[in-house]
């Protein structure tokens, strides 16, 4: 199949030429604004491996993290070894697929992980000149686009029995990291030219197993959000049981809000006026109003629900007070934002999703773990679906969306998908 991709790419590359928008890049996980949406690409309505495809790249492991792409790169984290004593970062050409350039950081010092998280599943981020990586335990990691090292920063030893996912985002001058899951569990702030430590507050109550407190297990893998609130432009990270919102200049929890459970895999969705925190293995969900100064939880929580949901792992999208999000067991809800209440679910037997929502202004992309991608309407009335698109092989990574294109990593393969 590769060969045919190939030769396949290079006639549909010699056609369309190879010429991208550096404002159309997808550089972070969730996006540009780090909210799943990428308002004014067209990415294709239908594809499979026969139709479609513009070009496919062999993966040298299984993997979790997400495709970013800026101007003509793609970019993307593996593990060369199931024993993650290798993890590199990937540099794939946009043209075509083929590989620019690999940096791998050698780590034998060993840190546990779960089966179903193979090592590397950090989405790396990029500002269009630098791309920054987190190898978890092994480091954050700076290069330039053309594989150059330009600088490393030891964040020291984290370690959790399921392993390592947030990921790093670039804001101005500087790059914020919640670390975790562990005993050792903080948000980071770092220069962006240099790795210099600017700020690091520590999250209280980690475990690497079930806590002592609560003999359950507990842990964040959420990536943080930054928006503007009370007129200050915040760091939102959902954390076991609460969330925080962090100066980005001092690193000074602003304001609290709990009610979530002890597993937090999905970032916090903050609208203009109402935000969700959702725990993840069927914790609560809370809807609150972002803002304040302190505990919140009594003057801005809105609601709390503990409906019983077997996972929670991808974030969902907010339009208006709309969410709309996928999680396990097949299960794509439209959720009152300001209530918490159930508009629609729609189920799709024997499929998982855990891959977070993508989307445009009027289509929504959830891809299951099977390989399935459904397309459908972002409508409250009601489930419509638009398409549903089988690539046959395994996925947790979320899609990227950039212009007409769309970047899907499979376990196995990288694929960039565009209509012909």
């Known amino acids: ?82 024993q993650g004593t290798r993890r590199a970062l990937l540099c794939f050409d946009r043209a075509d697929g083929h590989p620019l350039w690999t940096q791998t950081v050698n780590w034998q010092a060993g840190d546990p992980t779960h089966a179903t998280n193979p090592y590397c599943a950090s989405t790396p981020a990029t500002d269009g000149q630098r791309v920054i990586a987190w190898h978890g335990a092994a480091g954050l990691y700076c290069y330039d686009l053309d594989g150059k090292p330009l600088w490393k920063a030891d964040l020291g030893l984290i370690r959790h029995i399921w392993g390592y996912a947030s990921s790093p985002l670039i804001h101005g001058t500087r790059v914020y990291l919640n670390c975790g899951p562990g005993h050792r569990s903080f948000v980071v702030c770092l220069d962006k030219n240099t790795g210099e430590k600017l700020w690091l507050t520590d999250e209280p109550g980690g475990a690497e197993d079930k806590s002592p407190e609560t003999k359950s297990w507990i842990g964040s893998w959420s990536s943080g ?33 709990s009610g979530t459970g002890d597993l937090a895999y999905t970032d916090v969705i903050v609208g203009d006026d109402i935000a969700v925190a959702m725990a993840g293995y069927g914790g609560a969900a809370i809807g609150f109003k972002p803002g304040g100064t302190g505990d919140t939880t009594a003057s801005h929580r809105l609601w709390r629900t503990t409906q019983k949901i077997p996972q929670r792992i991808g974030t969902g999208i907010l339009r208006g007070h709309n969410l709309f999000i996928a999680n396990e067991p097949g299960l794509i809800e439209c959720i009152d934002a300001t209530s918490g209440k159930t508009v629609w679910s729609h189920r799709e037997p024997g499929q998982n999703f855990w891959a977070l929502l993508a989307g445009t202004n009027d289509r929504l992309y959830a891809t299951s773990q099977q390989g399935n991608t459904y397309v459908f309407a972002p409508d409250p009335a009601a489930w419509r679906l638009l398409a549903t698109n089988a690539i046959e092989e395994h996925i947790n990574a979320s899609p990227a969306l950039v212009e007409r294109q769309l970047f899907l990593r499979t376990w196995e393969n990288l694929y960039c998908i565009e209509e012909r």
């Not at 045919?4 to 991208?20: E, H, I, K, M, P």
Request: proline share 8%.
């Open 225 to 257: 959000v930054i928006r503007k609130i009370d007129g200050q432009e915040q760091f939102v990270v959902a954390q076991p049981r609460h969330v925080n919102a962090y100066d980005l200049a001092s690193g000074k929890i602003l304001w609290t809000c």
């Open 1 to 82: 199949m590769a060969r045919r991709l190939g030769l396949l790419s290079l006639l549909f590359v010699t056609a369309l030429g190879a010429s991208f928008s550096e404002a159309a890049d997808w550089p972070f996980f969730r996006g540009p604004n780090r909210d799943g949406l990428s308002p004014d690409a067209q990415p294709p309505l239908h594809w499979s491996k026969q139709q479609n495809i513009r070009w496919g790249a062999k993966l040298p492991g299984p993997g979790n993290s997400s495709p970013i792409v800026t101007g003509n790169k793609v970019l993307l984290t593996c593990a060369l070894d199931r």
